[in-house]
């Protein structure tokens, strides 16, 4: 369980972050969800501790985790653009982080899913876009973690990896994680989401389930209903 | 007995020439007739010789006031217990050979010496031992002397309360070679001497100088080494005076040199070797000195120019791995550097003649940073000196410009 | 901290710039032997290398590396991993194959040449020991300035201006007031404005090993008194250690405030 209250978050003087308030219950998936340069990767970030917030109090599992890093062993993240260092190769981007984390993961079975095979020895400079995000993904998804954070996770995949992405998304979720997804592909939102967080120029503009904000703004699929809610507040 | 006295006789007599056949000899030793040095010289003749055996004498202010050859056999001592001074020669021809001379007394009032030689010419110093003494040989108005293959050695810690090794003052003609002397004040000190030569000495370890030279002219000094003294050598208010083939050896220390030359005009300074010491020469008030095929190692300061110094001439020597080569204190130059080598000369020689075709600036503006602000010299080897200094190179301004070696040598000269 | 330090280091040694860098100190090492054939010679030309190069070459790699490896950062952030874990691993990686590069590149052709019976052992120990300082203390400096600012072409900007302040600058200010102020006593200024600056610091450190102690007695007793002793070269290599321990104390401290 995550529990967020009156989070503050500027930049220089663009307050990104004002006064957050959300809990996020234990189990299923919670898409974050707002315009571009709304806050949702800050608010992302400051959970990992990545972005350091003004004020305001993240708990998780009860344990307020700022000043602590020990509670990340319980998150597997992935980053937004899958940047990597160029001179290793894959393998050895694997091993390194297995290393660190010093757990057992299941990265063959996420490499031959995503038939990164061919690439395990290629340096991740050499890599296309698309290829370093399925890296990027058998990295987030190779822990067996309880809270899994995915940002932007669709961005740069085939149709076929996909599909992979969203089966295995499916899984974790019936495994009994918790998965904050933001993202601006809809239709991925209406056919995986539990629940929705949608961040409005740093604030909470609304939390529900996708019935719910398609009630509230009055439209009958996600994306009208989304652009509505934008429209009005312009 | 005989055959010796006739050996010994011929000897002495080279050196003296004033020796007469009928000279008697006198021994002296514990078990002998005559138990004391000072007995021997009240009852000797002139011109007889004492012979003294090994042993201690304990004895102070022996006044010889007649001719005399004393000879030590296996190298008696005469300890002076820290009184006064030992022997003291008053008399013309008098040789004293082979003694350990030791714990001459110190005087705040009087110069007590091992060996004193006052108005006495033709005197022979030889092979003898000094030691803890306060002045060694002393000499005074005494002329045609020798003072040969003496060991003279002190326990010297301050200037006040020390003596020289040899200490010649108004005297001519006299002869100081092959001596080795430690741990004095100067370890040689000439005043008013003249047509002297000194050869062959080491000097080392002493406070002050290792040797000192003042007001005196038409001298000679080759083949000595200077090693480690407190200042080195200095030569000051004399005139014509020959400096060759010496060593002057790691004089180190604040205001240390391995030559002062103070007022000093028409020397010829030649094959010197001045290795390691904080200033090599120091140069005040010099005219028409002749610098020809020294090597100047890993100083300081190679050359000093302090105050004005008029026609001074270099050539043929060595600079290598100096911290600074030349230094001087004005914008003046009368001085002429020509075809010396430089270690630190970066130009080339494309006609191949062995004679680099860029002049070498021997003067650096940093060495004159520093005569003017001692405390700069913590900057030495920093690169914002190294690009002042070339900045200088391109453009002098503060540097003599006409102090150039337009011939500098591309190989070292003497090896 | 050992295995982040491992990974930063791994991924320096195997880059082309090492490789460079090292290639570098070991011509120089063997054409300075080779053209002076006196160790001792090569010691001094290479003291005046080493305390401008190693300043400069620390500054950009540690500037260079920090932002070349911001991915690495980002990814390493994630983790369970303390943040100053992260930085201070790094800022060491960096370090410690610059150090390497200098020791190794360096140590190879003096062995070579028979340093081992030389006397200048010590001062060849004396001088890679400064270059190490000098390494660890500008890559610290680097690795604040690029902290501070997330723009590269700014953190370069400053990182070399702060090379170039120590390297040059700071002389030129300190050469000055020496002069302006030659009037007054100024032994103790000159020692404590000597402090201030690691370069003048390591250079005199060398001088004085080189002989040169007497050149700087000429100025006054305090200099022969401060340096010229064991408690004085502890004392400047203690304060070198100060010098290194602040920038990277600096490091730990914005780390741990800094947004990704």
Known sequence: MIEITGLHKKFGKVEVLDSVSLTIADKGIFAILGPNGSGKTTLIKSILGMVIPQQGEIKIDGEVIKGKYDYRKNIDYLPQIARFPDNITVTELINMIKNLRNRQANDTELIDMFGLEPFLDKKLGNLSGGTKQKVNLVLAFMFDSPLLILDEPTTGLDPVSLLHLKDLIRKEREAGKTILITTHIMDFVETMADEIVFLLEGNIYFKGTVAELKQKSDRNDLEHAIATILSENK | MKQFRFVLGIFIGALLLSLPAAAVTTEVCATCAVKSVKDAVLQASPYDTILVRGGTYLENNIIIDKPLVLLGENAPVIDGQYLAGIVEIKSDSVTLRGFVLQNVGLSYTQDFAAIHIGNSDYFVIADNVLKDVFFGIYVQKSDYGLIHQNTISSQAVEEFNSGNGIHIWHCKNITVTGNHLSRLRDGIYLEFVEESLITDNISTNNIRYGLHFMFSNHDDYYDNVFINNGAGVAVMFSKFINMKRNKFLRNWGTASFGLLLKEIYDAEIEQNLFEENTIGVNIEGTNRINYKNNRFVGNGWAVKFTGGCYANIFTGNDFLSNSFDVSYNTKMNDNLFDHNYWSSYAGYDLDKDGIGDVPYRPVKLFSYIVNRTPETIILLRSLFIDILNFSEKVSPVFTPDDLLDTSPSMKIIND | ?260
């Open chain 3, 1 to 260: 901290m050992i295995k982040v330090l491992q990974y930063s280091f791994y991924d320096l040694i195997r880059s082309r710039w090492s490789y460079v860098y090292f290639l570098f100190y070991l011509v120089l090492g063997f054409a300075l032997l080779f053209l002076n054939n006196s160790v001792a010679k090569s010691v001094i030309t290479l003291m005046n290398i080493i305390i401008v190069l190693t300043p400069m070459i620390g500054t950009i790699f540690g500037v260079m590396y920090f932002y070349s490896s911001r991915e690495f950062t980002e990814l390493l952030l994630a983790q369970p991993i303390k943040r100053t874990t992260i930085f201070i691993g790094q800022y060491l990686g960096v370090s410690l194959s610059l150090m390497l590069s200098l020791v190794i590149g360096l140590g190879i052709p003096f062995m070579f040449y028979g340093l081992w019976q030389s006397a200048e052992m010590a001062n060849f120990g004396l001088l890679l020991l400064s270059g190490s300082f000098l390494t660890l203390i500008f890559v610290a400096l680097a690795y604040n300035i690029a902290l501070s600012n997330d723009n590269k072409i700014k953190g370069f900007g400053y990182a070399i201006l702060v090379w170039l302040f120590m390297a040059v600058i700071y002389d030129g200010m300190f050469l000055i007031s020496l002069i302006i102020f030659e009037d007054y006593p100024l032994d103790k200024f000159t020692l404590i404005a000597t402090m201030f600056n690691p370069i003048d610091l390591s250079r005199i450190l060398i001088l004085l090993k080189l002989d040169i102690s007497a050149l700087l007695g000429y100025t006054g007793a305090i200099f022969q008194k401060f340096f010229g002793t064991h408690a004085g070269i502890f004392s400047s290599l203690l304060v070198l250690v100060i010098w290194t321990i602040i920038p990277v104390y600096f490091i730990a401290r914005k780390a741990s405030k800094k947004d990704f």
